[in-house]
């Protein structure tokens, strides 16, 4: 039997969820479809937090950064809940990257701080700082489990059809629209939105032209602090490029804090190939001493015994930037390369835009189509 709505959203993680609750809340009919149950951990947006910065080197980030500030607190007021904690930001490292950190802010009138690594070590004393300090006071973290949580509550109850353990095995372009292949159901409609991560590449297959998507798993611990009343702001920590190339998205180490659980610290040391089909993914204890390491050199505000160690998986192009972009009747929404959450209801008014303007495509694949 096939069902005719107006919008399928592929995928209720942070993206598709808010997609499809902005997109039902005009009166749309939307089903959204998760091949997993809530609150899994298969995918890209479990966990207590994520990182949440206007500070990049990018100032097409910083601009995308400023739209979804607003947007988060819109989200919250319809949840109910806080999602977003601006507890504040920290980079530090190379010069020339924090130097274009700081530029970047200023130039969007957004508050920033330089210091030297003393003055920063003196004030977050459980760091310690290398070369050069950036710190933006309006960054923070994310609250991830409780966003998607509450995304997929308003998406019901503005009447979208939330439909879990629900796997799409195929999408095909149809007349007028595209059709969504579940197993024993399918659903027809003008406009198919795939939010799927990891599992994006596999259900566009040679239906919708897309760049070549990498997944990998990233292997982040969490740690206990040492003064359990510190304050810990959100930081990234930027190296020098091992492969000699200054790409303005790396960096080596971050670390979030989690607040009842302790601080969450990960890099790309600990990132590796994976298969979003492997459900029995286990920590790997090399990857886990890299960020011991880490910890006991940079961290001593943190005892280097982890607490607990997760997997996440994360999905990226080429050049880091994002997929969003609208190819006939399918909008495919990310995947984020990794530093994606804190854009979250940025980039579903982005999807609701590319569902409503119209069936023509723009092939941009990069963060240009952003406007």
Do not use: N
């Amino acid at each position: 039997m096939i069902h005719a709505v107006d919008v399928v959203v592929v995928g209720a993680g942070a993206m598709g969820a808010t997609s499809a609750w902005r997109l039902a809340r005009s009166g749309r009919r939307v089903v959204l479809l998760e091949q997993f149950g809530p609150g899994h951990t298969r995918g890209s947006s479990h966990g207590a937090t994520r990182i949440f910065r206007l500070a990049y080197r990018d100032p097409r980030y910083v601009a995308l950064a400023e739209r979804a500030l607003p947007l988060w607190r819109e989200l919250e007021d319809a949840a109910g809940e806080v999602l977003l904690d601006q507890v504040g930001q920290l980079d530090h490292g190379r010069p020339e990257a924090m130097a274009e950190v700081a530029t970047a802010l200023r130039a969007a009138g957004r508050p920033v701080e330089q210091l030297t690594p003393d003055a920063a070590a003196e004030r977050w004393p459980g760091l310690r700082f290398d070369r050069s300090v950036v710190h933006s006071p309006e960054g923070g973290r994310c609250w991830a489990d409780r966003t998607v949580a509450a995304a997929q509550r308003l998406a019901a109850t503005a009447g979208v059809d939330v439909r879990f353990h629900t796997p799409v095995e195929h999408l095909e372009i149809a007349d007028a629209g595209a059709v969504v292949h579940g197993a024993g159901a399918s659903w027809r409609a003008p406009v198919v939105v795939v939010a799927a991560g990891a599992w994006t590449s596999g259900l566009l297959g040679d239906v919708v032209p897309h760049p070549v998507l990498r997944v990998e798993a990233d292997q982040p611990s969490v740690f206990a602090p040492v003064d359990p009343a510190a304050v810990w702001p959100s930081f990234l920590h930027h190296g020098d490029p091992p492969d000699g190339l200054d790409r303005p998205l790396h960096f080596d180490a971050y670390g979030v804090a989690s607040p009842g659980e302790g601080v969450k610290v990960g890099g790309f040391g600990t990132v590796a190939p994976a298969d979003p089909r492997d459900a029995g993914r286990v920590p790997d204890p090399a990857r886990t001493s890299v960020l011991v390491d880490y910890v006991e050199q940079w961290l001593p505000g943190l005892d280097p015994a982890p607490l607990s160690t997760v997997s996440c998986l994360f999905t990226t192009t080429a050049d880091e930037h994002f997929v969003l972009d609208r190819h006939g009747p399918v909008v495919v929404c990310s995947p984020c390369s990794g530093h994606g959450f804190k854009f979250v209801p940025a980039v579903a008014a982005e999807v609701e835009r590319l569902v409503t303007g119209g069936g023509q495509p723009t092939t941009v694949w990069r963060l240009d189509a952003l406007r």
